[in-house]
């Protein structure tokens, strides 16, 4: 009797253990969190001097190089990879249930906002200066137009590091005087413009900045004619194949240093805000909404569409995410956060061929979280601008937002970019922008935080709709033995012969 209770609990001791071996790094970046956040607020009580804040926030900012400098590579290798795995057919199918899911949860986000709005009321009490005129340049079209620009690059090799985006300039309207010869006086050819007029010249030029989009649809394409290549191709998808579990395996040492990496982001953050309770009093009811927004769109809508579409209980696929949303929460950027996304679904069974190429595609232009935002912070700032909203306001703020948050780039703070374009659009004053700023260290990371999880679920359902049309993974696991054998060929010596024992075996168990 005391024999078996021993060993009941020495088999619950190996079974804590193994689940703690097996959770280390949530855990440990989870604790980075609280405690980023207690010494941050602690910290900014001595006020810190800009060289101080530049130390605290070092190894976060060496964290992030580090993620970013595998991001391409891992993009290139993974999507090639991937798509060469599919057929032309599955791959057109994967597509469009992936743009209906991320146009769907968008048009959720600014609904959510929108309904949030008229039952909180932020800034009905807190109206602002008449401003001035709207003079930003930038138009829907622009935007638009670039993210078509950036679909088909013109130069592969630049699109590793820069992107297209408008240009605006000014230049002076010179003036013409004609002479009346009955009255001999000046007439101006324009006698309402100003004599110091300007007008805006636009011109396509670059931007620093990765162009993923265009990486993804030149690899889709590489992709999809290797594999319809067959045998002469297979060469080159090994050596993508291969690269792909190399660049993993890199990525996976320079995740044990996230706990460092998230703690330092995030102190130097909190540290660097002089007045955090002022700043929250003041917009206190605007970040209300943008919060609890964020909250429900997570915890309520998300999981309905999840479990709707799968007949899964959606928190436990959450909870296997929450590495990759706390790298999400932490660096603001869901880019980032790709190779834990990836390790997610593997762990989920979602078929790789579905999550190398579903996940770049979302980290790319699905922003349900940042949808939210935006939606809420122009109704804001509309609200304190002192303009009515009305039915076709709110009707045009939602199809605005809605579309163009498929154009947000996956770097920090970009949905402010996107926020001012909206504003200036519909004829919105800008300068309240500013406020913003205040709280735009917090809010940047819930609604990147957000996107993480709406990425991963994409690809659950991808998978789901679409995993039928893949066939079986025997010839993926086939060929990943294969693969593994070759890389090692050196250590055996009867590397054909293990090659040729893997074939039978994969065919028997196919018959």
């Known amino acids: 009797m005391e024999s078996a209770i021993e060993n009941r609990e020495c088999s619950i001791i190996r079974k804590f253990q193994m689940h703690l071996r097996h959770n280390l790094i949530f855990i440990l970046t989870l604790s980075a969190v609280i405690f980023g956040l207690t010494l941050g607020f602690l910290l900014r009580l001595a006020e810190p001097s800009s060289d ?13 190089r580090l993620l970013k400098m595998m991001i391409i590579p891992l993009l290139v290798c993974s999507v090639i990879h991937s798509t060469a795995s599919l057929d032309p057919k599955s791959n057109g199918k994967i597509s469009v249930v ?45 935007l638009f137009a670039d993210l078509l620009r950036n679909i088909f690059p013109d130069n592969v090799v630049e699109a590793t590091f820069r992107q297209s985006q ?91 240093i996230t706990p460092l990496g998230v703690c330092s982001l995030i102190a130097s953050s909190i540290a660097g805000t002089r007045d955090v309770i002022g700043t929250f009093s003041n917009l206190g009811l605007y970040v209300l909404t943008v919060t609890l927004g964020i909250i429900l769109h997570q915890t309520v809508f998300l999981p309905v569409i999840f479990f709707l579409t799968l007949r899964r209980n959606p928190f436990t696929f959450f909870i296997s995410v929450g590495r990759a949303w706390l790298i999400g929460f932490a660096a603001t950027s869901s880019a980032v956060a790709i190779p834990e996304m ?7 069974h979602i078929d790789k061929r579905v999550s190398r190429f579903v996940i770049p595609f979302c980290a790319t232009i699905n922003a349900d979280g940042s949808a939210l935002f935006i939606t ?124 040729d024992r893997v074939r039978n075996n994969t065919k028997t168990e196919n018959d």
């Open 52 to 64: 101080a804040l530049l130390w605290l926030g070092m190894p976060g900012e060496l964290f992030l």
């Open 98 to 142: 992936s743009f209906t899911y991320i146009m769907l949860t968008n048009m959720v986000g600014c609904l959510i906002a929108i309904v949030l709005f008229f039952v909180i009321k932020p800034g009905s009490e807190s109206p602002l200066v008449e401003g001035k005129p709207n003079v930003y340049e930038a138009a829907p079209q622009d």
């Open 166 to 256: 408008t240009k605006y300039t000014h230049e002076k309207v010179e003036q013409v005087s004609v002479v009346d010869n009955a009255t001999q006086r000046n007439i101006s050819t324009n006698q309402n413009e100003h004599p110091d007029a300007q007008k805006v010249v636009k011109s396509v030029g670059k931007t620093d900045g990765p162009n993923i989009l265009g990486i993804i649809v030149v690899c889709m394409f590489v992709g999809t004619a290797a594999g319809r290549l067959g045998k002469k191709a297979k060469p080159f998808l090994e050596f993508f194949a291969v690269g792909n579990e190399i660049v993993l395996y890199v990525l996976r040492w320079f995740l044990w």
């Open 342 to 348: 990836f390790e997610a679904c593997d762990n989920n």
């Open 376 to 499: 809420a912070s122009v109704m804001f700032i509309a609200s304190i601008s002192g303009i009515p909203l009305v039915f076709g306001k709110v009707a045009t703020f939602f199809l605005v937002t809605s579309i163009s948050s498929l154009a947000l780039p996956s770097v920090p703070s970009a949905s402010i970019v996107t926020l001012i374009m909206v504003l200036s659009s519909l004829n919105i004053p800008v300068q309240a922008v500013s406020l913003l700023f205040a709280v735009e260290w917090f809010l940047d990371r819930i609604r990147t935080a957000a996107n993480v999880l709406s990425h991963t679920c994409c690809a659950a359902i991808a998978h789901r709709y679409c995993g039928q049309d893949l066939g079986t993974t025997i010839e993926l696991g086939m060929v990943e033995q294969e693969m593994e054998l070759i890389v090692h060929a050196s250590e055996t010596r009867n590397c054909r012969e293990l090659v």
